[in-house]
C-alpha cells in the first residue's frame, strides 16, 4: 500500500461548526505533515508530526488543532474558521522526518474545504 | 525570503514542443523532489535527486540536479496534453522548501 488518504474529500461548513479532516497512511512512514494550498500556490506547511510527537507548528491559528492518534493516523480539527480559510487541506507522510536524503513525501488527495 | 526560485511560472505551449523548468536557489538541499498536481488533487511525486550532478529520466522527462545540489531541472521532451498541471520542485532541509510552481499547459 503506498498511499495516503484523506476523508472527506469536499466540506464545507460554517463559521460557528466544528468538524474533522482525517488522513491515513499503511506505508510505516512514522512523520505525518499538514499542509495549506491555496489555488495555483504551493503547499503551505502546517503542522509536523514525528514518532506521534508535534515536532512543528508553524505559528497556525489555534482554530486548527491537529491529533495524532497513532503513527498511521492523523486527524485536522476545526472550530469556528474564517472564510479565508478556504483552500485545499494537503496530508503527507514520509519515513521520517528530518534532514535525510530520502525523505521523500507522498502526498493524499487533499479535502476541499469552503467556510461560509 | 523566497529560498527556492523556480521559472517559469506560467508555460503555454503547442503539443509536441519541448520545455525546461528550472529551481535555483542559493542554499544547499540534502535532495531535491519534483511534483505534478492536476487541478483539486494532491501533488504526485515524480522523482527525487539526491547526488549533485544526477540525471533522472522517466520516458519523456529528464530531472537534473545541479552539482552543488542547489539547483535543478526539469526538461520534458515533445510535450503531451496529458503532461498539463502545476509542476512543483521542493528542496529538503528538514522540511520541504517549495518553489513557487509552473503552471504549464499542452494545448492539442
Known amino acids: 500500500d503506498t498511499e495516503v488518504t484523506q476523508t472527506p474529500k469536499h466540506l464545507v461548513m460554517g463559521m460557528t461548526n466544528k468538524k474533522s479532516l482525517k488522513c491515513e497512511q499503511h506505508?510505516?512512514?512514522?512523520?505525518m505533515y499538514w499542509y495549506k494550498q491555496k489555488a495555483k500556490k504551493p503547499p503551505e506547511l502546517m503542522f509536523v508530526?514525528?514518532?506521534?510527537?508535534?515536532?512543528i507548528n508553524e505559528s497556525v491559528p489555534s482554530r486548527f488543532s491537529p491529533e495524532c492518534p497513532n503513527s498511521s493516523l492523523l486527524n485536522l480539527h476545526l472550530h469556528a474558521l474564517q472564510p479565508e480559510d478556504s483552500a485545499l487541506y494537503l496530508c503527507?507522510?514520509?519515513?521520517?522526518f528530518g534532514t535525510g536524503a530520502y525523505n521523500e513525501q507522498f502526498f493524499g488527495p487533499g479535502t476541499r474545504l469552503t467556510v461560509l | 525570503t523566497q529560498l527556492l526560485e523556480q521559472s517559469p511560472q506560467f508555460l503555454s505551449i503547442q503539443e509536441g514542443e519541448n520545455l525546461t523548468v528550472y529551481c535555483n536557489s542559493s542554499?544547499?538541499?540534502?535532495?531535491l523532489q519534483w511534483y505534478r498536481q492536476e487541478p483539486g488533487e494532491g501533488p504526485v511525486l515524480l522523482v527525487t535527486?539526491?547526488?549533485?550532478?544526477e540525471v533522472k529520466k522517466l520516458k519523456r522527462l529528464t530531472f537534473q540536479f545541479g552539482d552543488a545540489r542547489k539547483d535543478s531541472s526539469l526538461h520534458i521532451t515533445a510535450a503531451q496534453p496529458g503532461d498539463t498541471g502545476l509542476y512543483l520542485c521542493a528542496g529538503a532541509r528538514g522540511k520541504l522548501i517549495f518553489g513557487q510552481g509552473t503552471e504549464l499547459s499542452v494545448k492539442p
Open positions: 503527507a507522510s514520509s519515513h521520517h
Open positions: 506505508m510505516g512512514h512514522r512523520a
Open positions: 542554499s544547499v538541499f540534502s535532495s
Open positions: 508530526y514525528s514518532y506521534e510527537k508535534l515536532s
Open positions: 535527486v539526491v547526488t549533485g550532478g
